[in-house]
């Protein structure tokens, strides 16, 4: 095992007299945080693919529960688990570095210990990519809407394949504010080529929101070619938390950060699909606050912490919005407008309207001290 997140994989070899003889297919990294409901669900389909040629790295983030000791079973029972003790906790985004750092096969990927995944999932993706010579090969995804009712989440319902030329039009899709043209920005559907990751990394989810998409948007920028196959089989789970009902205040903030680090991999002309993707995302924030179930005192003094930055106003004054002719498209003048003119009232009371036009189309109650 590893127990020390500095240690290299010439080291950890030496010191355990290991070589590896055969190529290994595919690394898998699984961050393992306060999870030991659901280590095992997700172990069990992991050691079980039909593609044998992978090593599973383990990164103990820290855990406070019987994670560590579950780890060091698993890697007991298959020579193939590699697990690594982190000294600290520092979240999943820099544990996904830390499983990097010592990964060794010809794609990568990266699954969420409390999901699961189809038998097969790795098996299709490591052939597709060895026949397309992809850089990238994702799949859709089975997302959980209610206890294990699941949906399929598609990006294309059929076979697409993207060339050099087509990488920064697709990368915009991940961005895109609509919803419903959105490809999926999770990185944990997908297989990457490890030298076309090269030295990239992923940023902490403690300093951006997404730490999937800035990750996603290089590496598609970075690539020669993008496979995308329709079959569904990421088993995206609802666990606990997430479902809960609190409310992150400094999420907003986060996807300004998250907004500034993206633009850069883009010209001025096109900065515009970030700036409309960080002012949905202020939108979906506002509808949170309203949603959550703190006191109105409190939300409208999150209101004037927003409306009072003054880094977030002047990009926000700079963003030409766009009206087009979608129903909500006045929402984002509205919104737009009462942010940048710190009209705290005015835009707790489109937050709120906003919010009930929503639930009252998806049929959920709203809380009372809205």
């Not at 389909?45 to 090593?55: A, R, Y």
């Not at 903030?253 to 680090?261: D, E, M, P, S, V």
Request: charged share 25%; net charge negative; with cysteine.
């Amino acid at each position: 095992m590893f127990h020390d997140a500095e240690e290299t994989l010439e080291s950890f070899q030496e010191k355990n007299q290991i070589t590896f003889q055969a190529m290994t297919k595919v690394s898998i990294i699984i961050p393992c945080y306060s999870v030991e409901r659901y280590l095992n669900r997700c172990m069990d389909t992991i050691v079980n693919q039909t593609l044998k040629d992978i090593e599973i790295i383990l990164v103990d983030d820290k855990s406070p529960d019987r994670v560590p000791e579950m780890c060091d079973e698993w890697a007991k029972k298959d020579k193939r688990i590699k697990v690594i003790h982190k000294k600290k906790n520092e979240g999943l985004g820099l544990a996904r570095n830390t499983g990097l750092e010592i990964a060794t096969g010809d794609y990568v990927a990266f699954v969420d210990s409390d999901d699961y995944v189809d038998t097969e999932m790795f098996s299709r993706l490591y052939e597709k990519a060895v026949e397309t010579q992809s850089d990238i090969v994702y799949c859709g995804v089975k997302r959980e809407i209610t206890q294990n009712n699941f949906i399929d989440v598609r990006d294309f319902n059929e076979q697409t394949i993207f060339e050099k030329n087509e990488m920064q039009e697709l990368s915009f899709r991940y961005v895109d504010p609509d919803t419903s043209t959105r490809l999926f920005m999770s990185v944990w559907h997908s297989i990457y080529m490890r030298t076309t990751i090269g030295s990239l990394r992923f940023y902490s989810e403690r300093i951006v929101c997404s730490e999937d998409l800035p990750f996603q948007l290089v590496m598609i920028l970075k690539s020669n070619r993008v496979t995308y196959i329709p079959e569904a089989m990421y088993y995206y789970c609802l666990n606990g938390c997430s479902l809960s009902n609190t409310f992150d205040f400094e999420k907003c903030f986060r996807y300004f950060t998250l907004a500034k680090i993206i633009k850069e991999y883009y010209t001025q002309e096109q900065e515009y699909h970030i700036w409309r993707f960080f002012f949905t995302s202020c939108q979906n924030f506002l509808r949170g606050l309203v949603l959550s179930d703190i006191p109105r005192k409190e939300k409208c003094k999150w209101l004037m912490q927003l409306c009072g930055n003054n880094e977030i106003v002047s990009y926000l004054k700079e963003y030409k919005y766009w009206f087009g002719k979608k129903p909500h498209s006045h929402l984002f003048a509205q919104y737009h407008y009462f942010i940048t003119h710190g009209n705290v009232m005015l835009l707790y009371l489109t937050a709120s309207i906003d919010q009930y036009v929503i639930c009252d189309k998806l049929g959920l109650k709203k809380t009372a001290n809205t």
